[in-house]
């Protein structure tokens, strides 16, 4: 930031132009995009199967370890 500010108005305009014509383009290009559909993902991973709660197991694991 201080070589900026010590430099040459020339040298300034330049590199706020630069700045400019980067942003500019960015933001332009920049779309929204669709999240993907996760639910779907799952059920047609895993159909209508229901999962176990995990913190079952984990609770077994345990106790068979004590």
Do not use: N, Y
Not at 34 to 53: S, T
């Amino acid at each position: 930031m201080a070589e900026l500010e010590a430099a040459p108005d020339s040298v300034v305009e330049q590199v706020h132009g630069f700045l400019r014509a980067i942003h500019d383009d960015s933001s332009a290009s920049r779309q929204p995009r669709e999240m993907p559909d996760f639910l779907a993902r799952q059920k047609a991973v895993f159909g209508g199967r229901v999962l176990a709660d995990s913190q079952a197991t984990l609770d077994d694991l345990r106790a068979e370890r004590a």
